[in-house]
């Protein structure tokens, strides 16, 4: 009934068969395997309305499917449009390739977006238009700058975190040790600028990147380049790291202006100076000096070298347990101009006006006051321990208790001397002992057996007669030290010794019950004497 001409219509020949109906063509093209086909309704229709028909009527058109390529304006973005076909030939993945060649697509084309696409041909019906991306361009992507990647906790950032407690509460006075380094450290790792990544249209166009902004590495002062790689910046001292611009510098004395809720605690390896002043309830723990140009306030300094506080050191008696507030430790020596309600500990204690109400050991001297004749005053609290003390006024009117103990250590030392001497006095009694084994062996009648018995003795002997030795020069150096200290241990007053002072030296007591004049008071033929200065 239908035919198919070469130029893909469908074609029917009236004369042949005359068609009852346009209903009747249609049915009939459906049921035919031109199905798929457009129908060409006008035509049909147009039969049935004019006046002389055509003999050879065209029903239908096979369409094959066809695809469409459009670029984007920012030609970023190539869309294929898809005509599936209408009784005609679907189209093949290299038929399609052919259609992106002619729209010059160059670039960022993807396979499995053409296959996405042609797929839809067996799952829309005829003459369904569908459209998907077949190439997406790339946009530049800009290099990225020389970074400097911090390898050791600068102050900086250890002041974003404060200490967690135990509880889970957050102490906002502790951050923690302070970052510190050591010499050869590394600081800074420099990871170099990149060049960035071009872009490109989907035509191939090229699209530049802007590379990465390209910096130096610094070394600032206590820092170096690694001779062996330049990317990384080394200490080259021991102190505390600190961030500058594309770099570090190391400061082996770290410098803060308060010691504040705001800083946290201090603890750092190397020297510490504090520009004013300490605030209560603050620390500072260093391994080097600790100076202070303000005050401290119930504070709690340690060194292992010196402290120097400027304005002075406060406290006052905690109520719970009568302890003191303020307290300044350290290796080396401390110099202040004041102490009050203070626990102070160093090698030599340096006042330079008064101590009031303050406890102290010193492993030497005590002196409150300046110059060759010290005239500061000293009342009220403790002297734990001291081989010398130095004042213009000791004690005071008010009658407030003073305790001064000189020499204390010397009942460690003591105690030190008697348990050498009691191991010299074993040690001798076993070197008596085996000196007897020693006089029985020989007297064993064979040779091998005497032989290898008094070797034996003789061994142990000298060990025990090279330990005795070692303990007699032991015992003799104490009792050197002992007597030195006794000797040296003294209490110089410039101005007035007043009433009621307890002076202890090693295990002898004196308490004074009127006033003195300048004096000093020490041992003399195992007694506690005072001796007017003329």
């Known amino acids: ?21 346009a209903a009747f063509i249609i049915e009939a093209i459906e049921q035919s395997p031109y199905s798929e086909c457009e129908i060409n309704h006008d035509a049909i229709n147009n039969y049935f309305s004019s006046a002389t028909p055509e003999r050879i009527l065209v029903v239908a058109t096979r369409h094959d499917a066809t695809l469409s390529v459009e670029i984007s304006d920012d030609k970023m973005l190539a869309t294929g449009t898809l005509t599936l076909a209408k009784g005609g030939a679907t189209l093949s993945f290299d038929e399609a390739k052919k259609e992106l060649v002619k729209a ?130 080394l200490s080259t001292i021991a102190g505390v790291p600190v961030e500058i611009n594309n770099g570090m510098r190391v400061d082996d004395i770290f410098t803060v202006n308060d010691v504040s809720v705001k800083t946290g605690h201090i603890d750092f390896e190397g020297s510490v100076i504090v520009s004013k002043n300490v605030e209560p309830g603050m620390r500072i723990n260093a391994t080097g000096d600790i100076t202070v140009f303000g005050t401290v306030e119930s504070g709690e300094l340690t060194a292992g070298g010196d402290i120097t506080v400027k304005q002075g050191v406060i406290g006052h008696q905690k109520p719970e347990d009568k302890s003191l507030s303020c307290r300044i430790i350290c290796a080396g020596d401390v110099h202040a101009p004041h102490s009050q309600y203070c626990y102070i500990e160093a090698n030599n204690i340096l006042l330079e006006r008064q101590a009031s109400h303050s406890s102290m050991k010193a492993k030497s001297t005590i002196q409150i006051g300046q110059s060759e004749l010290p005239k500061g005053r000293l009342f009220g609290g403790e002297i734990l321990d001291a081989t010398k003390l130095i004042a213009g006024e000791i004690g005071n009117e ?25 191991e010299l006095t074993a040690t001798n009694e076993q070197v008596d002992s085996l000196q007897a084994a020693l006089e029985k062996a020989d007297l064993i009648k064979d040779a091998d057996k005497k032989n290898e018995l008094i070797n034996k003795i003789g061994t142990t002997q000298l060990h025990h007669s090279q330990q005795a030795e070692q303990l007699e020069k032991q015992v003799a150096g104490l009792e050197q030290k002992l007597n030195t200290l006794l000797d040296e241990a003294m209490l110089t007053v410039n101005s007035v010794l007043h009433s009621d002072v307890e002076i202890h030296i090693f295990n002898k007591l004196l308490k004074t019950t009127r006033n003195f004049p300048p004096s000093s008071v020490k041992l003399e033929n195992n007694k506690i004497e005072i001796e007017f200065k003329t």
């Not at 001409?5 to 009236?14: I, M």
């Not at 305790?403 to 105690?415: F, G």
């Open 398 to 422: 008010s009658g407030a208790k003073m305790v001064i103990n000189l020499a204390a250590s010397a009942t460690e030392m003591t105690k030190e001397i008697d348990k050498s001497f009691n």
């Open 104 to 233: 010059h697509v160059a670039r960022g084309y993807k396979q499995a977006f053409l296959e996405q696409l042609l797929q839809k041909q067996s799952e829309l019906p005829p003459g369904s238009v569908v459209s998907g991306p077949l190439a997406k361009g790339r946009l530049p992507i800009d290099g990225k700058p020389t970074k400097f990647n911090a390898m050791v906790q600068t102050l900086k950032d250890r002041l974003k975190a404060p200490k967690l407690k135990e509880d889970g509460s957050v102490d906002m006075r502790d951050f923690g040790k302070l970052a510190s380094v050591k010499p050869g450290e590394l600081l800074v790792q420099q990871q170099p600028a990149t060049p960035g990544k071009e872009g490109f249209t989907v035509l191939g166009d090229v699209l530049p990147a802007k590379p990465g902004e390209v910096h130096t590495l610094i070394a600032g002062e206590g820092t170096e380049i690694s001779k062996n790689n330049p990317m990384e910046l």
């Open 1 to 21: 009934m239908f035919k198919l001409a070469h130029n893909g219509n469908v074609l029917l020949d009236t004369s042949k068969s005359a068609p009852a109906s």
